[in-house]
């Protein structure tokens, strides 16, 4: 399977230039939510402003004001950190397009090409107290990466050494419980939740930006069918709810299970016991390879 990297800035902004101008609102933090008499939802907005929708879908990520409206709980803390980077070298840096993992020691890294300048790269780890207390200090965070991976490659050393202080991120890890989306609320009446927003999950399988996106074409099918017939205001409210409804069942136990999975290979492939290093490194790396492409190749079907 050939996996894609692709800079968030340039995704974001490609989606945006397909949008009609003024579409977006930048800067415009939703503080509280309620409903009007004809069904529509209200979003008071953190400058004053009141936003009036007929359909509210919450895509504002992890921190989700739509998900607690809709009574999802908070994700938790996966007792996990990561350190993010892009690592760019003028002229080429004549990687192959493959992502190179390492795991083990209780970290788990790895670099995958963005084009054939750019190189993508991560660390995992367990944090301690003081570790913990670095997460807005680049300069710490690339001392403390350098410091994990003094005994891995000679390539990872170079994109890292490569990357600067302004291109290094990190951020706790955290997701949502999955049993929480059996009986909570995806959806309610005309609103709805998307991407991390519904299903927060730790990055072992890479495939939160990609889940989001199957998120769009599902949600995309499910309202043009409700939205697309004709009929009364009233009428038109209930194929709303009922496709909401339908995207929701739709989208549960893709979720639960891209959650449950990359859960489950961040522990295994980030552990430090020895039977289970020993499990890992003899029998299951094979197996959690295939995972990864498994777990990619989900068809979500056509818009």
């Not at 913990?132 to 350098?146: A, S, T």
């Amino acid at each position: 399977m050939i996996f894609v990297v692709i800079q968030r800035r340039l995704l974001l902004e490609t989606l945006a230039k397909e949008l009609p101008n003024g579409t977006i609102r930048f800067s415009s933090k939703v503080v509280s939510i309620d409903e009007s008499e004809d069904h529509f939802k209200r979003l008071h907005l953190a400058d004053g402003a009141i936003l009036k929708t007929k359909v509210l879908i919450g895509c504002d990520g992890v921190n989700s004001v739509v998900a607690k409206w809709l009574g999802l709980q908070n994700p938790v803390f996966s007792g996990r950190s990561s350190i993010r980077g892009n690592a760019h070298f003028k002229g080429g840096h004549g990687f192959e397009p493959k992502l190179k993992q390492f795991a083990g020691k209780g970290f788990r890294s790895g670099f995958l090409p963005c084009d054939d300048e750019n190189v993508y790269w991560f660390l995992t780890w367990t944090p301690a107290t003081k570790e913990e207390e670095m997460e807005d200090n680049p300069l710490k965070l690339k001392q403390l990466v350098k410091s994990k991976l003094k005994d891995t490659s000679d390539e990872m050393k170079s994109v890292i050494e490569k990357t600067l202080l302004d291109d290094i991120t990190s951020s706790p890890l955290r997701y949502r419980k999955p049993w929480e989306l059996l009986w909570g609320n995806i959806s309610k009446g005309n609103v709805c939740v998307a991407g991390d927003a519904l299903h927060p999950m730790t990055p072992d399988i890479g495939q939160g930006g990609c889940s989001a996106l199957e998120d769009g074409v599902v949600l995309a099918r499910c309202l043009g069918e409700a939205l697309l017939k004709p009929g009364v205001e009233d009428e038109e409210y209930e194929r709303i709810e009922m496709g909401l409804k339908k995207y929701g069942q739709e989208r549960k136990w893709r979720s639960f299970d891209l959650i449950t999975t990359a859960f489950m290979v961040g522990f295994i492939q980030q552990h430090e016991g020895k039977v289970m290093s020993y499990l890992r490194d003899k029998f299951m790396l094979r197996f959690l390879s295939g995972l990864l492409s498994r777990k990619a190749g989900f068809d979500c079907g056509k818009l």
